[in-house]
Antibody
Framework: QVQLQESGPGLVKPSQTLSLTCTVS??????????WSWIRQPVGKGLEWIGR???????NYNPSLESRVTISVDTSKNQFSLKLSSVTAADTAVYYC????????????WGQGTTVTVSS | QSVLTQAPSASGTPGQRVTISCSGS????????VSWYQHLPGTAPKLLIY???SRPSGVPDRFSGSKSATSASLAISGLQSGDEGDYYC???????????FGTGTKVTVL
């Protein structure tokens, strides 16, 4: 059974770059009909899709974040990562990684989430 | 501001049926699969419905989905106290070239 686990700093200073990693266990990130996403939820707000990556490295990003976001994949470590630059307090949120199985189009496996606070 | 609009809240008594609507447009719901997510307090979101009305293994048939033109709906029958939480619709949007979530509906069991 595939499991996802987010990791990274819980506190980031304004104007710096937020970096998170999602480790995939119980299956290979590079095989199968899957792609991998990042989603966030600011406190008191709804879910916001950040972007996704295919094992090939092809990406799609939320247009509102595209200028600041980079999602990458490391198949040797079975991980994919998120970098969000020039962060502000508005980027404070719970960040989730998730998998989509293209045979059932939806985010079918989620990590538990990690809280990132942007503050000096 | 999301392109998928949901009522902020819905409620019902145990055993009742509750329906949550999701209003979109021709670039999302009308042309791409809709999925629904349950987000209970302190947990990760869970996929309830994909491709409008299909349930992943393990999701009880109390949850059902439907679609009509540019709108989608999630129905919860036999409402239980454990169903209290937030529910989100989602779909790919061809104009934005991105995945979008609905604004979310908080379900309360009275």
């Amino acid at each position: 059974q595939v499991q996802l686990q987010e990791s990274g700093p819980g506190l980031v200073k304004p104007s710096q770059t937020l970096s998170l990693t999602c480790t995939v266990s119980g299956g290979s990130i590079s095989s199968g009909p899957y792609h991998w996403s990042w989603i966030r939820q600011p406190v008191g707000k709804g879910l916001e899709w950040i972007g996704r990556i295919y094992p090939s490295g092809s990406t799609n990003y939320n247009p509102s974040l595209e200028s600041r976001v980079t999602i990458s994949v490391d198949t040797s470590k079975n991980q994919f990562s998120l970098k969000l630059s020039s962060v502000t307090a508005a980027d404070t949120a719970v960040y989730y990684c998730a998998r989509t199985d293209r045979r059932l189009p939806g985010l079918d496996v989620w990590g538990q989430g990690t809280t990132v606070t942007v503050s000096s | 501001q999301s392109v998928l609009t949901q009522a902020p809240s819905a409620s019902g008594t145990p055993g009742q049926r509750v329906t949550i609507s999701c209003s979109g447009s021709s670039s999302n719901i009308a042309s791409n699969p809709v999925s629904w997510y349950q987000h209970l307090p302190g947990t990760a979101p869970k996929l309830l419905i994909y491709d409008y009305n299909s349930r992943p293994s393990g999701v009880p048939d109390r949850f059902s989905g439907s679609k009509s033109a540019t709108s989608a709906s999630l129905a919860i029958s036999g409402l239980q106290s454990g169903d209290e939480g937030d529910y989100y619709c989602a779909a790919w949007d061809d104009n934005l070239n991105g995945f979008v979530f609905g604004t979310g509906t908080k379900v309360t069991v009275l």
